[in-house]
Structure formats: structure tokens, C-alpha cells
């Protein structure tokens, strides 16, 4: 009975990972459960499904170590905030961009706009509105699903400390992308988050 449980928990952890749209939670979530999955084959001498899942393991192991330790180079473009390119990336994405920016109208006009690429591929956009000494008001800091575990914010913020900019202001954001925020070096006041450059 207790042999059964520890399977079925192994077999709902490994479902479970598939529903992550995080890749560094689906490797770890399923290799827990790939673990406990392989204990229970060898616990009823299954050894075909306990070697199945050892391999599990071992490839989730070996992918977490790349996310990791690889290091990936990101390149920041500033472009024209009318450039066709903009309006075609924020409509291949709203659906995605409107679940952490349920606010965002893209038919405003933003006059600092950056796309942030990986090798050629555009993974990310920014969309701000100077002001005065130095501010700007960010209304769009969106990277695409896959690049979402990676370094793409630390770079990006890295590469606005460059730029005579002296404050960033968040105006109410979304519960889900304040976590990101505070993790990039923001303060909450009130209904704002700044950061200070």
C-alpha cells in the first residue's frame, strides 16, 4: 500500500513538471519525481522503468547544470518607438505580454524602446516614457517564455545603468511581476516601484 503511495507521488510529480512553463522548474520538479519514481521500480523490481527514469535524472542533472553555468551573451538595441518591427513582435506576444501587463496599451506611443536579442533571435522588449532629469517610466519589460530563467533582466539593467538615466519608475504593476522587479533592484512605494540608478 505505502510502495503504491511513493509510486503514485513519483508519477504526479513527473505530470506535474509538464505543466511548468518555467524550464528550470520542469528539470527540477521532474527529476524529484523521476527519483522517487526509480526507488519505487526498484522497490517492485521493475528494473526496465527504474533504468528509464535513472536516465531521466541524469539528462534533467546535466541540463540544469547548463543553465546554470552557461553564460549567455544578450545583445540591447535601441530603436525608433515606431519601428515596424516593435508592432510586430508586441502582437506575436500579447497574449503572453497581457498576463504579467494587463495594463499595457500598445497603441500608446513610448519614446524609448529597446528589443533585447539572443545571438538573432529577439527574446525581449522594453518600452518606457522619459521624463523629466532623468526618469523614465517603464510600461513594458517582457521576455519571451523560454529566456524567462535566465540572466536576460540582469543584463538588461546592467546595460540602462550605462545610460544617463538616474531613476526607473513602475507604476502599479501586476502581482505577478513584482517578484521579477524586486529581484531587479526595485523598492515598492506606495503603488510604485523605483529604482534608483
Known amino acids: 500500500m505505502y510502495v503504491e503511495l511513493i509510486g ?25 519525481g523521476s527519483v522517487i519514481f526509480t526507488g519505487y521500480a526498484l522497490t517492485i523490481h521493475s528494473y526496465p522503468t ?3 527514469n535513472t536516465a531521466l535524472v541524469l539528462i534533467n542533472l546535466y541540463n540544469i547544470f547548463k ?3 552557461g553564460k549567455r551573451e544578450y545583445t540591447i538595441v535601441r530603436l525608433n518607438p515606431n519601428d515596424v518591427f516593435l508592432r510586430f513582435f508586441l502582437d506575436s506576444h500579447e497574449l503572453d505580454i497581457k498576463k504579467f501587463f494587463p495594463k499595457f496599451n500598445k497603441l500608446l506611443f513610448y519614446d524609448y524602446a529597446l528589443i533585447i ?52 519608475i513602475v507604476t502599479a504593476p501586476s502581482p505577478a511581476h513584482q517578484p521579477y522587479l524586486t529581484k531587479m533592484g526595485f523598492v515598492q512605494d506606495g503603488e510604485q516601484f523605483i529604482k534608483m540608478m
Not at 133 to 148: E, P, V
Open 8 to 32: 503514485y507521488l513519483g508519477s504526479l510529480l513527473i505530470v506535474v513538471s509538464m505543466l511548468m512553463t518555467s524550464v528550470v522548474k520542469l528539470r527540477i520538479i521532474n527529476t524529484v
Open 50 to 52: 527504474a533504468a528509464m
Open 67 to 69: 543553465i546554470f553555468r
Open 117 to 168: 536579442c539572443h545571438k538573432t533571435d529577439t527574446i525581449g522588449i522594453f518600452l518606457g516614457k522619459s521624463g523629466p532629469d532623468g526618469t523614465l517610466t517603464i510600461h513594458l519589460d517582457y521576455t519571451a517564455l523560454s529566456y524567462r530563467d535566465s540572466s536576460v533582466g540582469s543584463n538588461l539593467y546592467k546595460w540602462l545603468a550605462s545610460q544617463p538615466l538616474k531613476k526607473l
